[in-house]
Every structure is written in structure tokens, then in C-alpha cells.
């Protein structure tokens, strides 16, 4: 079943490649929304037979190809891919269906859609570095082209920096692999067999490097990062939404999946560093984004920020901070695919992102009271705000961190205000005060009159924003789905974790004490042995 994740998208390619004749834009849109609905029930058919108290990878695959390469073709699901699967079928049919009517060269925009979707999956599904590789490097071409073709006025300088950085970051990635492997001794990229890899701290460290710089630029980190605000505002909203929402999962998914689970010793020696880079990314983050004018450009700045979160998080190795990754990425998914659509719909209305200019768009009776009202809704979510999956996610972090690295889990926390100053400039400048839309050198137009936004636009951002809340109210509908594959994944950082703790005032609860508790899971024991009384941390 993992297989028909990667070929029902490619199948559907392939149709709209051999259509005869003509393909118009709404048969190519509903073949591709089909395709994508069906591996969207197909993801939910895996769900319900998930074994939740399993960590390691399920419904697995083997497949034999190039044996003597190591490659094989092997799939695996566990608690870590799973929310991030399914995240990748909701957004890319949401980035389907918000596509435009009336497209130019509709077949090959539909089929670079659908690659993306299929490739993406597939790296979520590999448990073959190698494979892995593969599929990371299959999205790149589609993603250029998307830029390059369909962007706006500065698309070949944005798709073509993008194309630059991601290859660089392939080759980091790849080069860590193939060291990992051939210094290890073993003959298989088998995901299980790096995991058993034993190498020098050196040897581990100079791999973790490579990795880290590898996935830091996909992130994108500081100061790998100047790639992603061109593409954003070159791209268009559907492509927006897939990068925020899905695309920048790989890097981190990368990070966690592959620095945390397979270079321990390594990842133990660099933490700190790790922890203070997460915070020069999340403060330079949120600095940048309180500059921009442009609404866009602002919430691609935002995106750098919250996406330090995950590396501080995978950096403390607690229990706690390793499910927090999964919060945080599922959450920025769902956050900023919102607010891409939002902008989107903006722009469409308006003809403009710019701040300076848009002025008043609440007004109920002439402007966009559904989008004002849906904006605030995701700027709260962002910024932390509780009842929304921003705030659990956010806590989680800070809560899982804190007791490891307390200066830059503070810093950082700092940050997360600067969240929501940014946003606050957003939601003043474009929303609020008299309904004005004019360029800079010109008289305001004070009588304007927007034209609705209709259900068409409405129903993704209302679909979005009802996860936002649910996963906010319910946390443990997410929590329960990774949080055995993530105390697996802690299991060799529990000295790391026990001695960072040392130094920490007695009156505070230690973080080997607390893990997070599932009540539907009702873990059976605890971690490790636990000789304080112990802080749970009970989700709703």
C-alpha cells in the first residue's frame, strides 16, 4: 500500500502526458484532485491500521534493486513520517484545488504538481538513504520549473537561486550518506544499518556537519536562508503553500530522521552549538520579518524563525522536545499554508502585498471581512496563542528545551514575542483604520469596493483553520500517532539528558523525570528509572 503512495500520483501524470488532444484546465485539475483525494484515503486507511505501541517502521517493503550499491527499494511508516504524510496529501490537494482556472501550459503545471506530491511522499516512506536521496532530489526540477514558469516578474533569478542552493544541498546530503556507509564498513544504505553504525566522534561529527548543513539550507536556516524569500514572492500561491507547508518538512524531517537518529555521539558533542544556531535563526528570523512591507516576504521571514524551533527542540533530545519536533512541523504546515492561501487571496483582490499601501481590508461592508477575520485567526496561531496548535507546539519546545539549554530556550522565547509583533504590523497595516488601497505617489482610493471572496477561496482556509483549532483543543489526536517512535528515537541520548540536567536548581523538576503522556497510550514504564517525583506533562 506504501508503493500505490508514490505511483497513484505518478499514473495520474502520466495520463494527463498522454491525454489526447486539448487538455483542458478543469479536466487536468479534477484527474490530479482525484489522484490526490485517493492517496488521501489511502493515508487515512494506513491510520486506522497504525500500531501505535510499534516505534519502528510498519507495512514495510522491501524490494531488491542495486544490490551491489547498497540501494534497495524499501518503505517503511512510523510514528515520525505518518503526520507528515498525511500533511503532504491534504496540502497538495489543497494546492491543487486553489490553482488557477485558466492556466498556460495547464498539462505540464498539473504533472509538476503531482511529481512533487510523489516524490515528497516517497521521502517521507524511504527507509534506504540512498532511496531517500532519490526521491529529495526528484521534487527539485518540479519545484524550478513551477518558480521559473509560473512565477512573477523576477521568477528566473528566484527559481534559479533556488535550483543553486538545493543542489548544494544534495550534494552535502548525499556526500554524508555515502561516508556514513563506507566508513561504517557496511554494504547497505539500509536505514536500520546506519542506525548500528559505531565510527569515531570525529568521523560522526564531520558526517553530522555535512548533514546539518545539508538540511539546513532546505530548512532553511541561518544564514542558508536567502533563497527562500525570493522563491516565495516569485512563486505563486499554490506553490507557496506546498513549500512552506510540505517542501521545508524535508529538511527537518532530515535533521531529526537522520542527525538525531542515526549520528548519536556526534549529535550529543554539537547540541549546544546546535541550540545557539536555532537561536540566531529564530531572533534573525523574526528581526527580518518585523522589516518587510511586503506580506508575503514577511510570513517567508516567519517561516525561518518557527523553523528553529525544530533544531532547538531536536538539540535537547528529551523525550518531551523530540515529539515537540513533530508539533512544531505539522503545526508551521498547517499555520502557513494558511497564511500563503490568505496572502494569495489578497493579492488577487487587491493586485497588491504591499503594507504600505493596503489599508482597512476588515471592513465588513466593502472589504475582505472573511479574510481580516481568517488572518487573524493565523497570525494568533503563530504567534502562540492558546487553543491553537501554535501554542502546543510552541510550549512543547520551550518545555522540552528548557531544562537542557535555558539561555537559548529564553532567547528563543524571545523570539516567539517577536512573533507576534510582526504579526500585529501585519494585521494594523493591512486591516485595520479606513478602507485604502493606493500606490505610495498617488492620492489614496478612499471609495473602493472589493469584490466578495467566494466559497471557492473560503473553503481551504476554513478547512485549515479548523485543524489549527482541533489539533490546539486535542493535541493528543497528534501526540498519539509519533510519541512511541520519538522515545525511541531519545533512548540513546538518556545520559546526554540526565547530564545536562545535573546543573539545573533541585527546585525544578528534572526533564528526565517528565515524558509526555498519552492517556489512550498509557505508557506501561517510564523511560528511564526515575528517582525525583516525577512532572507529567498531561495533554487535554
Given at each position: 500500500m506504501l508503493s500505490a503512495l508514490i505511483l497513484i500520483p505518478l499514473v495520474a501524470a502520466l495520463v494527463l502526458i498522454l491525454w489526447p488532444g486539448k487538455l483542458e484546465a478543469q479536466t487536468a485539475k479534477l484527474v490530479s484532485g482525484l489522484s490526490l483525494a485517493l492517496t488521501l484515503v489511502l493515508v487515512a486507511l494506513l491510520a486506522t491500521r497504525f500500531d501505535l505501541a510499534t516505534p519502528g517502521f510498519q507495512f514495510e517493503e522491501l524490494l531488491p534493486w542495486v544490490e551491489p550499491l547498497g540501494l534497495s527499494y524499501r518503505l517503511g511508516l512510523d510514528g515520525l513520517s505518518l503526520p507528515l504524510l498525511v500533511v503532504n496529501s491534504l496540502l497538495s490537494l489543497v494546492a491543487i484545488y486553489i490553482s488557477a482556472p485558466t492556466l498556460h501550459r495547464t498539462r505540464l503545471y498539473y504533472v509538476l504538481l503531482l511529481v512533487i506530491n510523489s516524490a515528497v511522499a516517497g521521502a517521507f516512506l524511504a527507509a534506504n538513504l540512498l532511496l531517500f536521496f532519490i526521491f529529495y532530489e526528484l521534487e527539485l526540477i518540479p519545484l524550478y520549473l513551477l518558480i521559473a514558469i509560473w512565477g512573477g516578474s523576477r521568477r528566473g533569478y528566484a527559481a534559479t537561486k533556488f535550483l543553486i542552493y538545493t543542489a548544494l544541498s544534495g550534494v552535502l546530503i548525499l556526500g554524508a550518506f555515502l561516508g556514513l556507509v563506507w566508513l561504517s564498513g557496511n554494504t547497505s544504505f539500509d536505514y536500520d544499518s546506519g542506525l548500528a553504525a559505531a565510527l569515531p566522534l570525529a568521523q560522526q561529527s564531520t558526517l553530522l556537519v555535512a548533514l546539518l548543513v545539508g538540511f539546513g539550507i532546505k530548512v532553511p536556516l541561518f544564514p542558508f536562508h536567502t533563497w527562500l524569500p525570493d522563491a516565495h514572492v516569485e512563486a505563486s500561491t499554490p506553490v507557496s503553500v506546498l513549500l512552506a507547508g510540505v517542501l521545508l518538512k524535508l529538511g527537518t524531517y532530515g535533521v531529526?530522521?537522520?542527525?538525531?537518529?542515526?549520528?548519536?555521539?556526534?549529535?550529543?558533542?554539537?547540541?549546544?552549538?546546535?541550540?545557539?544556531?536555532?537561536?540566531?535563526?529564530?531572533?534573525?528570523?523574526?528581526?527580518?520579518?518585523?522589516?518587510?512591507?511586503?506580506?508575503?516576504?514577511?510570513?517567508?521571514?516567519?517561516?525561518?524563525?518557527?523553523?528553529?524551533?525544530?533544531?532547538?527542540?531536536?538539540?535537547?533530545?528529551?523525550?518531551?522536545?523530540?515529539v515537540a519536533t513533530v508539533f512544531q512541523m505539522i503545526s508551521h504546515g498547517l499555520i502557513s499554508a494558511l497564511l500563503f492561501l490568505l496572502v494569495g487571496v489578497v493579492y488577487k483582490t487587491t493586485g497588491t502585498r504591499d503594507l504600505t499601501v493596503l489599508r482597512g481590508l476588515l471592513n465588513p461592508e466593502r472589504g475582505l471581512p472573511f479574510v481580516g477575520s481568517m488572518m487573524i485567526l493565523g497570525v494568533m496561531a503563530s504567534a502562540g496563542i492558546p487553543g491553537m496548535v501554535g501554542f502546543i507546539s510552541e510550549f512543547l519546545v520551550f518545555r522540552g528545551s528548557f531544562l537542557i539549554f535555558p539561555v537559548q530556550t529564553l532567547l528563543c522565547m524571545v523570539g516567539s514575542g517577536l512573533t507576534a509583533v510582526y504579526f500585529l504590523l501585519l494585521v494594523n497595516r493591512a486591516f485595520f483604520g479606513r478602507l485604502a488601497i493606493a500606490p505610495p505617489t498617488a492620492a489614496p482610493q478612499l471609495d473602493i469596493e472589493l469584490p466578495s471572496v467566494t466559497w471557492r477561496d473560503r473553503a481551504p482556509a476554513l478547512g485549515l483553520a479548523v485543524l489549527i483549532i482541533a489539533f490546539g483543543l486535542q493535541p493528543n489526536w497528534l501526540a498519539r500517532w509519533s510519541e512511541h517512535t520519538t522515545l525511541a528515537l531519545h533512548q540513546p541520548y538518556q545520559g546526554f539528558v540526565q547530564a545536562r540536567t545535573r546543573f539545573v536548581p533541585t527546585a525544578l523538576p528534572a526533564v528526565a523525570d517528565t515524558r509526555l503522556v498519552s492517556p489512550s497510550l498509557a505508557l506501561p514504564t517510564p523511560v528511564f528509572p526515575v528517582a525525583a517525583p516525577s512532572a507529567e506533562i498531561s495533554l487535554p
Open positions: 531529526v530522521r537522520f542527525g538525531l537518529g542515526l549520528l548519536p555521539d556526534a549529535w550529543m558533542a554539537l547540541a549546544p552549538w546546535m541550540a545557539t544556531w536555532a537561536v540566531i535563526s529564530v531572533l534573525y528570523g523574526s528581526l527580518a520579518a518585523i522589516a518587510q512591507t511586503d506580506m508575503k516576504k514577511m510570513v517567508a521571514y516567519s517561516s525561518i524563525g518557527h523553523m528553529g524551533y525544530v533544531l532547538l527542540a531536536a538539540a535537547a533530545s528529551t523525550p518531551v522536545s523530540i
